[in-house]
DNA sequence: CAAAGATGTGTAATTTTTACACAAAAAAGA
DNA sequence: TCTTTTTTGTGTAAAAATTACACATCTTTG
């Protein structure tokens, strides 16, 4: 793409060869890892496994997987996903590449880090394979290559989306009670919030649909459950102004 | 990064040769394209250059450059933009990878996008190479490669950040007016804003010194000047909590 | 010296955010 | 069945932030 001698007539450098241009890039292994989080007893947890690598013995690693010829980075993530959790529809969004030289013991590869959320209970598959768990994500550490870093990387991410997008819905069930709504914002933001404004808040919104049924099974007052109105988010997502730092 | 066959002992499948695994792996030729954005007559604009492919004779595209072997994608998307606008200390910032199969008619190429924010007069050197120049964001069209969609995501990945970081100041000069800078805000986001509010926010962050200099050859009123307090800024950085959405 | 054009400033109304306490419901255990 | 415990559910007042809005001043230009 850069061009080499700007002062010869632009026609006599042009590429015919497009092809035979590329042929002589240089090449990179590139993989994706997914940031795989849940929400399970209070906490934020993310899904690790075992590295296979000898030199990483008995430490975690996000799950990835090599980028195929031709494939989207987004079908590399998503397919992990699915292998892995058996699940569809899943969020899943692009984070960022990371490309340190050094960050694989193979050699230099390039992964693109995906952040997932899912509902734990939705995922029973495949977690019978031993190597693979659930971690809480305060108590990670000495993971796999820069796997530490790239959580971190998705933790802050989704801090920040989890803010100004409806994504925690995808770490709860359908219904939910504005409990398990709010311990899910305090958990992963990692602050205590008040409850009347923050239930004020919701209401104000006016986004989350009361269906008339109350929680199962708790130890105490069941609370009212909600669902989200995806479809008025949908339609009513408002542009924000204001300038702030 | 998968493991194959969970059942078997683990220490079975540990891979003792990280290198000969990551051989193995499909290579993909990696690119960055930076999209570099400038402040001039009141426009947002990119700068752009006219394809050096056949295939796109006469569509502009961004600056980019294939990722040396060993190289951060960071250095590579620095090395273009000291190539080619001379500049050091230039803001820069990943923005996301792109890999549509199609994206290359040389066959399968993915790139990571970078934004740039720099002073357009700065930037004397080498736009003198005619192919190159500064162009309206908003007249953009039939770009080369995708680059006019991910001129368009790297756009609107300012219009999110300038509201959040002080990245605008990167665009002015050392020294500018209050004017210049809600020009900016206006031009950026595409909204027209009170002047007397712009103001009281700026003054209510106390981030800006005033630095008792007025404005030099405007044909009315000079504006009294300010620079950005950096240093400030950086020591305040406040962290926000506030569902918004 | 008049006209044109941009700078610079304050206040009142509205909206949003924050802090804070008590009664009612259900479950658990005596 | 009654008492205790725990959690739900709700309102108001103060403070802070945002919005809408108009006029006098300064400088250049002709």
């Not at 042009?14 to 292994?29: C, E, G, S, T």
């Not at 693109?112 to 734990?120: D, E, M, P, T």
């Not at 108590?139 to 991410?157: G, P, Q, S």
């Not at 459950?225 to 008025?232: C, G, I, M, T, V």
């Given at each position: 793409m850069i061009k080499k001698n700007p002062?010869?007539?632009?026609?006599?450098?042009?590429?015919?060869?497009?092809?035979?241009?590329?042929?002589?890039?240089?090449?990179?292994?590139v993989t994706v890892d997914c940031a795989i989080f849940g929400f399970e007893e209070n906490k934020l947890k993310v899904l690790v496994i075992k590295s296979d690598l000898e030199y990483y013995q008995g430490h975690y690693s996000l799950l990835g997987d090599i980028v195929k010829d031709n494939e989207e980075l987004d079908q590399a993530a998503y397919r992990v996903l699915k292998e892995r959790t058996g699940m569809n529809d899943v969020f899943?969004?692009?984070?960022?590449?990371?490309?340190n030289p050094a960050r694989h013991p193979g050699g230099r590869v390039i992964t693109?880090?995906?952040?997932?959320?899912?509902?734990?209970n939705h995922h029973e598959l495949k977690i019978h394979d031993n190597d693979l768990n659930w971690h809480s994500i305060s108590?990670?550490?000495?993971?796999?290559?820069?796997?530490?870093?790239?959580?971190?990387?998705?933790?802050?991410?989704l801090q920040k989306m989890i803010q100004e997008h409806p994504l925690g819905f995808n770490l709860l069930a359908?219904?939910?009670?504005?409990?398990?709504?709010?311990?899910?914002?305090?958990a992963i933001l990692g602050v205590s919030l008040d409850r009347r404004n923050f239930r004020k808040k919701f209401a104000s919104?006016?986004?989350?649909?009361?269906?008339?049924e109350m929680e199962q099974d708790v130890p105490h007052r069941p609370g009212k459950?909600?669902?989200?109105?995806?479809?008025?988010y949908e339609?009513?997502?408002?542009?924000?102004?204001g300038i702030d730092f």
């Open positions: 002062y010869e007539k632009p026609h006599e450098h042009l590429i015919k060869d497009a092809k035979k241009l590329v042929q002589a890039y240089p090449k990179v292994p899943l969004d692009q984070v960022r590449a990371f490309s693109v880090a995906y952040c997932s959320l899912l509902n734990i108590t990670l550490k000495d993971m796999a290559f820069d796997h530490k870093e790239i959580v971190d990387e998705c933790y802050r991410w359908e219904k939910f009670s504005l409990r398990e709504l709010q311990n899910l914002y305090e919104m006016d986004l989350l649909i009361d269906i008339n459950l909600y669902k989200f109105n995806f479809e008025k339609k009513s997502k408002r542009k924000w102004i």
